[in-house]
């Protein structure tokens, strides 16, 4: 086999970066061929489209548009599509590169794709965002596809932007196309259980954790950096399993309260707050760096990225991470934790129940049928479970960290799936 160079351990990474170290670390354990190497290293397609739009002054602007399929080799490709200034045709490889190895470490059968528009979305009206999700729809027609390329909300867009991107693709169409998109609102079809599903992975996937640590749930502590969509609700659904959350923050503030924070109290408190933390009476007030290194079990990153680094990882005291957020730790990181002997979920494993349920919804709307909360749940928890216990063998075969495992047994079941359909 071909020498794969050694992956660079860096502190401050981009995205592109960062998944690069992990991806060279794990093929050159699994002896992946050089050959095999390059075919998933680079995106099959990238297209950029130049986006014209009337403002409602009567202008009109010009915005950059982007979208990368890096592979389809496991089924069509999925990933969210990001409205943010700083959007590039780096970081949406970079992104679109982990969706592929998202999918396939929780086994449903997605390649990875990832798709932007560089453009202020808090600036801009809601007349001005739909005709500019109209714009990129059109351009990207002949891309997505319920059985080519399945986007969903990221960064800047939600619900409200998939319901413009669904029914401009089904006028195309002339008729209604639900599946070409996931993260829709429930009446066009998005699925029960999405909004939650993954903070309850980060739930379910912190507790096969536990059980395997012999960390007793009922006498574990936890932290949770980030109180949004994922922060809240794995604090809401570890405190159900009986962890005591002792600290929660987000980008304003952070609160502390050693016999546990009401959870529900601070959920009500920032939803009447415009979403911020900020003035909740319920804790002490801390400082926000102060929340990775509190002497707590179990710490829930699922804020933002790179918030654990060289700097500070030495300092960590949970003996369990679980990376709600994306990219949360440096590689430079991984290996200070993994020698403390602290156990980090890794990323592509942890948050991929959202990915999963998003799965659902395309299933339920090419059957034509609406699951129960219930069966959502039930479905999305096995295969979590299934998927972590997968990652930790992995681990213990080749003795090595579960972010290397997660993406051992992601690039594995791409590599082997390439292998059987063959190149030219
Ligand atoms: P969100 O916008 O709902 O919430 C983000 C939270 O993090 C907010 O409370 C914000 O104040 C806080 N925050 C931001 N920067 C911070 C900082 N430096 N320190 C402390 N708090 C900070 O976003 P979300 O959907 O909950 O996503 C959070 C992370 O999870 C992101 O990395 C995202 O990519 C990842 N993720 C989200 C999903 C999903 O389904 N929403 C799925 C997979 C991964």
């Known amino acids: 086999m071909a020498y794969i160079e050694p992956a660079p351990l860096l502190d401050k990474e981009n995205p592109f970066e960062a998944m690069m170290s992990r991806f060279r670390t794990a093929s050159q354990i699994l002896g992946l061929e050089e050959e095999v190497y390059n075919v998933l290293k680079n995106p099959a397609k990238q297209v950029i489209v130049s986006l014209p739009v009337t403002m409602d002054d009567g202008s009109i602007k010009v915005f950059e548009g982007y979208r990368v399929i890096h592979s389809t080799i496991l089924g069509p490709s999925k990933g969210g599509i990001r409205f943010d200034p700083h959007v590039n045709l780096d970081e949406v490889k970079a992104l679109a590169a982990w969706m592929t190895w998202k999918c396939a470490v929780v086994d449903i059968p997605y390649g990875g794709a990832k798709g932007g528009v560089a453009c202020n979305p808090r600036e801009m009206s809601a007349g001005e965002i739909e005709r500019l999700m109209r714009a990129y729809t059109q ?63 980060v739930m379910v996937s912190a507790l096969a954790a536990m059980e395997k640590l012999k960390i007793n749930p009922y006498k574990a502590t936890c932290a949770v950096q980030g109180f949004g969509n994922v922060g809240s609700w794995a604090a809401r659904l570890l405190h159900e399993r009986g962890l005591k959350i002792q600290a929660i923050s987000d980008l304003a503030s952070a609160y502390y309260n050693e016999d546990g924070v009401d959870i529900e109290a601070a959920v009500k408190y920032r939803d009447s707050n415009k979403g911020s933390l900020d003035g909740f009476s319920g804790a002490e007030k801390i400082n926000g760096s102060e929340i990775l290194t509190l002497p707590v079990d179990v710490l829930v990153p699922a804020a933002t990225e790179d918030v654990i680094t060289g700097s500070n990882a030495g300092n960590i005291k949970a003996q369990l991470i679980v990376e709600g957020a994306n990219g949360p730790t440096s590689s430079k990181a991984d290996n200070i934790i993994f020698d403390k002997g602290i156990t980090v979920v890794p990323d592509i494993l942890a948050n991929a129940g959202g990915v999963t349920v998003s799965y659902f ?17 039930r479905r999305s928890d096995r295969i979590m479970k299934d998927a972590f216990n997968n990652v930790f063998k992995t681990a213990t075969d080749y003795k090595v960290p579960l972010r290397i495992a997660a993406y051992m047994v992601a690039i594995d079941k791409v590599a082997k799936t390439y292998k059987f359909r063959g190149g030219y």
């Open 361 to 377: 919804e395309w299933v339920q709307n090419r059957l034509g049928y609406k699951w129960t909360a219930e069966r959502v749940n």
């Open 139 to 201: 351009s990207m027609q002949d891309v997505f596809g319920p059985d080519q390329d399945i986007p969903a909300p990221d960064m800047g867009t939600g619900p409200r932007e998939m319901a413009w991107l669904m029914d401009q693709y089904s006028r195309n169409k002339g008729m209604t196309v639900a599946a070409v998109v996931t993260g829709k609102p429930i009446v066009l079809g998005g699925s029960l259980g999405r909004t939650e599903a993954t903070g309850r992975g």
